[in-house]
């Protein structure tokens, strides 16, 4: 087995701030990599790094920083590490290119874990206790949401990771609220309104299929000339994407066909960025995942199985909620 020694858990980089210790108080932290060139960039960091094919090696408590360029999550990869504690990065859902891969390990140890995980637990209790509308405003945004009594979200709350947990850093640094199928787009929330973003990601997902791959194709390069021409405005009308504009472009209509032309260009995702405290090291032109939850706010198109999956990022905005006209504390 061969492993590059580095920092402890407790250590910082010689390049970049290490935070990586609130996810894993304690033992070394190792960065498992698909890629020896992304593992060299790690090790340069100082950090401790070692190659997936050396991963069975590791002792079963391992705390582990997944980093998976080249290939997409599997059943055998979580088996491999299913007695270790892992932090997953799919880099390769989205730009898997060597410097948008070394964009996003930076961003991954300058991470607030700490932070992220109570705006986790704000948006879990506000959800839950606060009546009325949730309202987006500020910045050229002005939407409004109403959400279902009953929700499912996907975060993270607490930002240690236990023996045997994998846990994607996207739970940490987004409160995701999903539609619960394609026959019930509006049974989680219902929203209308504009939006600035100034942000735009494409992913696909590890069950992504010959269709969707075809139009995920398709929409990376969309992605490019879009991002070119940002800030990206949008409109929203009964839940539905109504238009997308860049750079005095409508964009609508290709968005819709990339993303699955059968869904209607419905909204399928709100996410609540709890990573905001990244705000000022974000290039909004890469296409990273880590600058999903950089965000305030973004809205999600397509599954990324049948058709690219495309998050429009608004960066900054603010929130309030509201009952009968009135503005609820927050």
């Excluded at 593992?39 to 582990?64: F, H, I, K, Q």
């Excluded at 880099?91 to 290119?97: M, V």
């Excluded at 139009?215 to 021409?229: D, G, K, Q, S, V």
Aim: glycine letters at 8%.
């Amino acid at each position: 087995m061969s492993i590059t020694p580095g920092i402890d858990s407790q250590a910082r980089s010689g390049e970049v701030e290490n935070n990586l210790s609130q996810v894993f108080p304690e033992g070394k932290v190792n960065v498992v990599s698909d890629d020896s060139e992304l593992n060299r960039y790690a090790a340069g960091l100082g950090m401790r790094t070692a190659s997936l094919e050396d991963a069975a090696d590791l002792p079963d408590d391992a705390n582990v920083v997944l980093l998976l360029r080249r290939r997409l999550v599997s059943r055998e990869l979580r088996r491999l590490f299913r007695r270790m504690r892992v932090l997953l990065v799919p880099i390769a859902s989205f730009d898997p290119s060597p410097a948008v891969a070394e964009y996003t390990l930076r961003l991954v140890c300058a991470t607030d874990y700490v932070a992220a995980c109570e705006w986790n637990r704000y948006w879990a209790r506000s959800i839950s206790e606060q009546p009325g509308l949730l309202r987006f405003e500020g910045n050229g945004t002005d939407l409004t949401c109403s959400l279902a009594d009953r929700l499912h979200a996907d975060a993270w709350l607490d930002p240690r990771i236990g023996f045997g947990k994998w846990v994607s850093v996207a739970s940490f640094c987004e409160f995701s609220i999903t539609a619960p199928s394609s026959t019930d787009w509006r049974g989680a929330f219902d929203i209308a309104g504009t939006a600035v973003a100034s942000g735009l990601l494409v992913a696909r997902d590890a069950r992504v299929r010959p269709e969707g791959d075809e139009r995920i194709r398709r929409a990376t390069r969309l992605r490019e000339e879009i991002a070119a021409r940002a800030p990206i405005d949008l409109r929203l009308a009964d839940g539905m994407l109504a238009e997308v504009r860049a750079g005095g472009v409508d964009y609508t209509e290709a968005v819709i066909d990339v993303t699955n032309p059968a869904y209607e260009g419905h909204t399928i995702e709100l996410g609540l960025g709890t990573n905001m405290a990244l705000l000022p090291q974000v290039n909004w032109a890469l296409n990273s995942q880590l600058n999903e939850g950089a965000g305030t706010l973004h809205l999600g198109f397509g599954e990324g199985m049948t058709g690219a999956h495309m998050d429009f990022v608004v960066a900054e905005c603010e929130h309030r909620f509201q009952k009968d006209g009135a503005e609820a504390p927050r």
